[in-house]
């Protein structure tokens, strides 16, 4: 069964640092893109960064960047998300979700799946 | 940075219902449009892919349409466990959500 068990999620200071980690079995996980998304009740769900198949390239959205780093160890089938300089709206749940492709004549097209079951992060004082 | 927009944001509706939810792109993005379903405290949960593809797994009832920027979700005959958020998602960039629509028990 294709798994992703998110963990490392609590409670922190504003201005304080968490590392999440998403522990993939059931699928070859070093041939796959990962992400993490975020989902509050305010916002609803948002997408925060991506790291290609060998942890070579990472995108982040302008929220998070130069704050989070997204990481993976293939070897240990983990996924990770470091997140420094926190703040109130940082706190969400957080979810790390696989990325399949499928190539149609000229279409290359995206979706995420499967999905964690989330882990929350709350920032506050 | 491509918007996406959903309407309505929420919807009362009774088993047994048909119910449609739209989601619009701020420019076209083909068929690059994926539906979600979203329940509190579980995983989000792929319904439609590539617009209009149905996921193994995923009901019947379930069926999206539309190309370019407007498309649609429907659910022909609301089931009880189908009251839930419903999120779109554009694939044409980085990933980015539409709002949500929280469909409701009337």
């Known amino acids: 069964e294709v798994q992703l068990v998110e963990s490392g999620g609590g409670l922190v200071q504003p201005g304080g640092s968490l590392r999440l980690s998403c522990a993939a079995s059931?699928?070859?996980?070093?041939?796959?893109?990962m992400h993490w998304v975020r989902q509050t009740p305010g916002k609803g769900l948002v997408w925060v960064s991506r790291?290609?198949?060998?942890?070579?390239?990472?995108i982040y959205a302008d929220s998070v960047k130069g704050r989070f780093t997204i990481a993976r160890d293939n070897a240990k089938n983990t996924l990770y998300l470091q997140m420094n300089s926190l703040r109130a709206e940082d706190t969400a749940v957080y979810y790390c979700?696989?990325?399949?492709?499928?190539?149609?004549?000229?279409?290359?097209?995206?979706?995420?799946?499967?999905w964690g079951q989330g882990t929350l992060v709350t920032v506050s004082s | 940075d491509i918007q996406m927009t959903q309407s309505p944001s929420s919807l009362s509706a009774s088993v047994g219902d048909r119910v449609t939810i739209t989601c619009r792109a701020s420019q076209t993005i083909s068929s690059y449009l994926n539906w979600y379903q979203y329940k509190p405290g579980k995983a989000p949960k792929l319904l439609i892919y590539a617009a209009s593809s149905l996921q193994s797994g995923v009901p019947s009832r379930f069926s999206g349409s539309g190309s370019g920027t407007d498309f649609t979700l429907t659910i022909s005959s609301l089931q009880p466990e189908d009251f839930a958020t419903y999120y779109c998602q554009q694939s044409y960039t980085t990933p980015v959500f539409g709002q949500g629509t929280k469909l409701e028990i009337k």
């Open positions: 979700a696989r990325e399949v492709t499928y190539k149609s004549s000229w279409y290359l097209y995206r979706w995420l799946d499967p």
């Open positions: 790291i290609n198949s060998d942890g070579s390239n990472a």
């Open positions: 059931g699928f070859t996980f070093s041939n796959y893109w």
